[in-house]
């Protein structure tokens, strides 16, 4: 399958993503300006990036440090005002270049990592909102902690490094209706009173907007199919 992906397809995208955004919203009585679209630019060609930041899109998603730090320095340097969301998984021996070159880190998932983040953050002084990944579906090779763990895992957190998770994020099993899913990190959201909930991606972002998403992180949907490998 080939297909053609030009600025104004991005640009049309774009705005057809932050229509249904305003919609779903709509539809769930919420405002939509307490929503954010994470743009997922991994793997895709630059120029499709660049053609979301020429439409005035500044939040985007990375799921690989290395990837990002190839791409990201110089185009922050072009367009003041980006905001780079790490929303894949993050070694211990990346926390140093993350720290330094995302603004948001969604993939917290165990104590080791909560407690390196923030003691890279003390040191490099540079203070930014985490969340916890959440396994939803308890997938034994998907990253994240146990429903049943949330509580006590962002009570720890606070309590021995110093760090208040701000967000949940969850990637549903690609197998499942996500509704369940969502309603359930909407619901340890809700419980725990953390503001921010991350997620819904190309396929189901209305849902998770109706279902209480403050994030939703679209990629295919918006910079076209990624290519394979
Ligand atoms: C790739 C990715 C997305 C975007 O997926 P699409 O289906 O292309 O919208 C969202 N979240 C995470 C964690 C991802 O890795």
């Avoid at 003041?80 to 211990?92: A, D, F, K, V, Y």
């Avoid at 396994?135 to 720890?156: C, H, I, M, Y």
């Avoid at 309590?159 to 549903?172: F, Q, Y």
């Amino acid at each position: 399958m080939t297909e053609t992906i030009t600025e104004s397809t991005v640009a049309d995208n774009l705005r057809r993503i932050r229509a249904d955004i305003e919609t779903a919203a709509g539809e769930a009585g919420r405002d939509p300006r307490s929503i954010t679209l994470v743009a997922v630019s991994k793997v895709q060609p630059i120029e499709r990036v660049r053609a979301a930041l020429a439409a005035g899109h500044r939040v985007f998603g990375e799921n690989r440090v290395q990837e990002a730090k190839a791409k990201w320095p110089a185009l922050k340097a072009d367009y003041p005002g980006i905001e780079l969301h790490l929303i894949g998984p993050l070694q211990t021996n990346k926390v140093k270049e993350a720290v330094a070159l995302f603004d948001v880190i969604q993939t917290i998932d165990r104590m080791k990592l909560a407690r390196m983040v923030s003691d890279e953050m003390h040191r490099a002084g540079r203070r930014l909102p985490c969340y916890l990944q959440v396994n939803t579906g308890e997938e034994p090779q998907k990253a994240g902690v146990s429903p049943r763990d949330v509580d006590a895992f962002l009570a720890a957190c606070k309590a021995e490094c110093d760090l208040t998770l701000v967000g949940l994020m969850c990637i549903p099993p690609v197998d499942q209706d996500p509704v369940p899913h969502f309603t359930l990190l909407a619901d340890l959201a809700r419980r725990n009173r953390v503001p921010v909930v991350s997620m819904g991606m190309s396929d189901d972002y209305p849902a998770a907007v109706r279902l209480g998403a403050t994030h939703v992180r679209v990629g295919s949907a918006l910079f076209g199919e990624r290519k394979p490998g």
